[in-house]
């Protein structure tokens, strides 16, 4: 009887043992089975840290966003002025004493009619070039819109220009003065526009 006792004993703890063996095995294989998507924790910190690297960029990058609207706004700012003031006004200035040297200005200054038309005729020439030098230097260095106002007000004077010479023309019309008179006034109109240019336009 106590073998028999024994006996089952020790078979009910060798089922309890293999019981025991298959649930430890099993566990394991459903910690092995478990679905990648539930071990989330470490890639959602690696997720966070990209964003937050981003916008760190970003923020990065504003300043110099910033600069280069500022950068752009100096550039679309209207250049009024174009350099070389003093040396168009020592060349203006060296055209008169060049003119003055010329051998008709002494008849000129007498009065004589031929020696008038040719210095007169030649000054008006010789400032009007001048002026036409300036003119292109001023549509290069200038903005567009200072120049389209520039061209406006170059157009008026033209107008008077002509305008005036002509009145003083039909002061003499059918005399001999009367090309003197036209030359004149032209002569004395270009070049006080020379120098209007280079003060209202140039600078140092």
Do not use: H
């Not at 006996?7 to 063996?21: C, K």
């Not at 504003?62 to 003031?85: F, L, Y």
């Not at 010329?102 to 008038?116: I, L």
Request: some cysteine; charged content about 35%.
């Amino acid at each position: 009887m106590k073998r028999r006792n024994m006996f089952t004993t020790v078979t009910l703890s060798a089922m309890l043992f293999a019981g025991m063996s298959a649930c430890s095995q099993s566990s394991g294989e459903d910690a092995a089975n478990q679905p990648e998507s539930e071990a989330v924790p470490a890639s959602t910190e690696k997720d966070d840290s990209s964003v937050s690297d981003i916008n760190e960029k970003d923020q990065t990058e504003e300043p110099s966003a910033e600069k280069n609207d500022t950068d752009s706004s100096e550039q679309d700012t209207p250049v009024k002025k174009a350099e070389g003031k003093q040396t168009y006004i020592e060349k203006l200035d060296n055209i008169q004493k060049e003119l003055d040297a010329m051998p008709e200005k002494k008849d000129s200054d007498k009065g004589v009619t031929n020696a008038m038309k040719s210095y007169y005729g030649v000054s008006y020439e010789k400032y009007d070039d001048a002026l036409n030098e300036m003119y292109a230097l001023l549509k290069k260095e200038l903005s567009p819109e200072v120049m389209a106002e520039l061209q406006t007000e170059q157009v008026k004077w033209i107008n008077l220009k002509e305008e005036k010479a002509e009145k003083e023309r039909l002061k003499y019309e059918g005399g001999t003065f009367e090309y003197v008179a036209w030359y004149i006034s032209l002569y004395e109109s270009t070049k006080a526009r020379c120098y209007e240019l280079v003060e209202e336009y140039m600078t140092d």
